[in-house]
């Protein structure tokens, strides 16, 4: 006598099929979900229109909260030579000292200047000083230590730059003046040497430090 076949085995295949279709659909809903949470988490606290680049740069700094609190307990290096300020209404480029006026910020110890009566731009690279880099090859503290001079140079009231020889601007390899630059405040009427003060504050390396016209006091703001 053959064997009966059960009569339930059409009813089990749908079955089968029905919980595959519903696995698939709440795998579906899993993935979905889990994408718009890394979506979610990706975006959070990013303000409108920020741009991803500079975000993902791990040297990036917010410059609006960024500060620098001086250890008051160190001695001003940067007070602790003088500058000569007779004749400063000249021409660097012909004197090697004058008054100049911010044409642009390039980083720590890289700027570019006017000259006294805007005629020329003096491309100046400060003496005795290598801070790290924060244009292209981004080093760490280097957006620190540029920003650390554009302030200090943007609250400026006025700016000198002086040759470490009298009487004639000096130049690098690259065409850029090697300038000592020296600042004033509204708060202040003393002249305060930035080259030394970046030393001193440890946001530059010593380069050539000791073989100069400030040698000595360049020297000691390094210990």
């Not at 946001?203 to 400030?214: E, F």
Request: glycine residues 6%.
């Amino acid at each position: 006598m053959a064997a009966d076949t059960p009569e339930y085995s059409g009813d089990t295949e749908k079955q089968s099929v029905m919980r595959k279709t519903e696995l698939r659909k709440i795998i579906v809903c899993v993935l979905s979900l889990a994408l718009a949470l890394a979506c979610l988490t990706a975006c959070k606290g990013k303000p409108a229109g920020e741009d991803p680049a500079a975000s993902s740069d791990p040297q990036a700094i917010d410059e609006s909260k960024w500060t620098y609190v001086r250890d008051s307990s160190l001695p001003d290096f940067a007070t602790m030579v003088t500058l000569d300020d007779s004749n400063i209404e000249a021409d660097f480029l012909k004197t090697g000292k004058g008054l100049v006026t911010i044409e642009q910020h390039i980083d720590g110890d890289t700027v570019h200047f006017w000259n006294y009566g805007k005629t020329e731009i003096i491309k100046a690279r400060f003496l005795a000083i290598d801070t790290p880099e924060s244009t292209g090859r981004v080093e760490p503290w280097g957006k620190p230590a540029s920003l650390y001079t554009k302030r200090k140079l943007a609250a400026a009231t006025r700016i000198v730059l002086q040759s470490d020889e009298d009487g004639r601007a000096l130049t690098d390899s690259n065409g850029r003046y090697l300038t000592w630059v020296w600042y004033k405040t509204a708060d202040s009427d003393q002249w305060r040497n930035l080259n030394i003060e970046l030393l001193s504050e440890g946001l530059a390396m010593g380069k050539s430090s000791s073989s100069n016209r400030y040698g000595t006091v360049a020297s000691d703001a390094l210990t």
